[in-house]
C-alpha cells in the first residue's frame, strides 16, 4: 500500500491512508526523504488520522522520518493521532518526543507556517 | 435473575410425596395457631442479640410480623416472588438507616431458629415424624433465609453502583474558556479507574473542541498515588501527541513530593501554582492579552 505524497507550496503532505507494512512504513520514509530533496520543500506533514494502531515500529519510524528530514533541511509534523492511539503510544513509552504533533492537517500548516515565519524574520 | 442464583445456592426438592406436603401443610397451621408466640418471641430474641439497633422496638415488631407472615406464606405456597419483592422492599427502607448485612442474616436466621424451637417441642414425643418435618421444614426455610439475604445484598449493590454511576458522571468535566482552551477541574480522589476515565474524556475533548492548551487544575486532589501520578504524567504526553499542551495548576506539597520521589521528568510537564495563573499562562501561549476596559478607553483616546 503506496502512501499517496502530495506537494502543497514549500510542503510536502504525506497521507497514511490505512494501515502499512514496516516496509510500507521504511518505503514512505525513502521517499520522502528523496522528494524533499527533490522539491525543496521546507517542510513536512505526515498524517496519521486513518490509523488505529502505532506500534514501535512505526514510531521509531515517524522519528527517523523527522530526523532525516531535518537533515535535509525540511521540518517534520505529525498530525491526527487519535485519542486512543495517543494513550497506547504512551503506556507503551513511545512518546515521541523530539518530533513536532499537531491535532490535524490544519494545525500542521499553521505550525509549519509559523515556523517558516520565525526563521524570515530570525534572518533579518 | 435473583431467582436464578437461588435455585443453585440451595435445589428446591421437588415436592414429590404427598406426605410432604400434608405435612407442611400441617406445619403451616402450627405456625399461624402460634403466631402472635412465636412472633413475639423473634422480636424478643433480635432484641436480645442486640440486631437491628438502628430501628425502634415498634419498627421491629411491625417488620417482624410482615416477615414472619411473608415466611409462613413462601412455607405454604412454594413460591419465593413475593418475597423477592417484598425482601427488595425492605431492604430499601432499611439500607439507607444503616442496618448492616449480618443483622439482616443473623435476624433471619434467627427466625428459623425460633421456628424450629417450637417444631422439636411440639414433636418431642415422636422421634420419626419430627425427622419427617425437619425434611419438609429446612430445604424451604434454608430457601427464605437465602432470598432474604441475597436479596439485600442486591439491593446494597444496585445501590452501590449507581452511586458509582452518579460519581461517574459528576466527575471529570471538560469545560473550554477560551476558543481552544480547556479547563479540566479534578476535585476528590483520583483512583486507578477514575483517572482512565479522565484521560479519555481529555483525549476526546482535546479533538472535539480542537483544543491547543489544557489546563488540568487538582486543587481539590488531597493525594495522589504513585500509579495514578505516572497516569497524569502519561495524559500530558498523550496529549502532546494530538497537538495540545497541558498546564497542570494547584499541585499541593504531597502531590509534589511524590512527582518528585518517583522521579517524573519536569521537562515534559508544564506545572503553573494555581488555576488564575495557568490560564494566564495558557492565554499567553494562544497570543491572548488581557486588558481592563479603562486601559482601552486610555488607549483610544491617546
Not at chain 1, 505529525?78 to 515521541?96: D, R, Y
Amino acid at each position: 500500500m503506496e502512501v499517496p505524497i502530495l506537494k502543497q507550496g514549500g510542503y510536502l503532505i504525506a497521507s497514511i491512508q490505512s494501515a502499512l507494512s514496516d516496509a510500507d512504513l521504511l518505503s514512505l520514509r525513502d521517499e520522502l526523504a528523496y522528494r524533499v530533496g527533490r522539491f525543496r520543500s521546507r517542510g513536512v506533514i505526515v498524517d496519521v488520522t486513518a490509523l488505529d494502531v502505532m506500534d514501535s515500529f512505526a514510531t521509531r519510524t515517524m522519528r527517523s522520518i523527522a530526523h532525516m528530514l531535518k537533515l535535509r533541511g525540511a521540518e517534520t509534523v505529525i498530525v491526527g493521532i487519535q485519542p486512543e492511539v495517543a494513550f497506547a503510544m504512551v503506556q507503551l513509552g513511545l512518546t515521541l518526543e523530539d518530533v513536532a504533533t499537531a491535532l490535524d492537517l490544519e494545525e500542521g500548516l499553521a505550525y509549519l507556517n509559523r515556523g517558516m515565519k520565525r526563521e524570515n524574520t530570525g534572518a533579518r | 435473575m435473583a431467582k436464578k442464583e437461588i435455585d443453585v445456592v440451595t435445589p428446591v426438592p421437588q415436592v414429590s410425596s404427598e406426605a410432604t406436603t400434608a405435612l407442611l401443610r400441617e406445619l403451616v397451621a402450627h405456625l399461624r395457631q402460634n403466631r402472635t408466640q412465636l412472633r413475639e418471641e423473634w422480636a424478643r430474641r433480635i432484641t436480645e442479640a442486640q440486631l437491628l439497633t438502628a430501628m425502634t422496638k415498634e419498627e421491629i415488631f411491625a417488620e417482624a410480623t410482615s416477615v414472619y407472615d411473608n415466611y409462613v406464606e413462601v412455607l405454604e405456597s412454594g413460591s419465593i416472588e413475593a418475597l423477592q419483592a417484598y425482601a427488595r422492599n425492605l431492604s430499601e427502607r432499611i439500607i439507607p438507616r444503616g442496618v448492616e448485612t449480618q443483622e439482616v442474616v443473623g435476624v433471619v436466621l434467627l427466625l428459623r431458629d425460633v421456628l424450629a424451637r417450637s417444631l422439636f417441642k411440639k414433636y418431642q414425643s415422636n422421634f420419626d415424624l419430627l425427622n419427617r418435618v425437619l425434611d419438609a421444614y429446612e430445604p424451604a426455610a434454608n430457601r427464605i433465609a437465602t432470598t432474604v439475604s441475597v436479596g439485600f445484598v442486591q439491593e446494597r449493590e444496585r445501590i452501590i453502583r449507581q452511586q458509582q454511576e452518579a460519581i461517574r458522571e459528576l466527575s471529570t468535566p471538560v469545560l473550554q474558556v477560551r476558543e481552544r482552551l480547556l479547563i479540566l477541574p479534578i476535585i476528590g480522589v483520583i483512583d486507578p479507574q477514575r483517572s482512565r476515565q479522565l484521560t479519555e474524556q481529555l483525549l476526546r475533548g482535546i479533538r472535539a473542541n480542537r483544543a491547543k492548551v489544557v489546563v488540568i487544575d487538582i486543587t481539590g486532589v488531597p493525594t495522589i498515588d504513585s500509579k495514578v501520578a505516572n497516569h497524569l504524567v502519561q495524559t500530558v504526553e498523550a496529549s502532546r501527541l494530538m497537538g495540545a499542551t497541558v498546564i497542570v495548576t494547584g499541585l499541593s506539597s504531597e502531590i509534589a513530593q511524590t512527582l518528585v520521589t518517583i522521579g517524573v521528568d519536569l521537562g515534559k510537564m508544564k506545572t503553573v501554582g494555581d488555576l488564575q495563573g495557568g490560564i494566564e499562562e495558557a492565554e499567553r501561549l494562544l497570543g491572548y492579552k488581557v486588558i481592563t476596559s479603562g486601559e482601552t478607553s486610555q488607549l483610544l483616546s491617546a
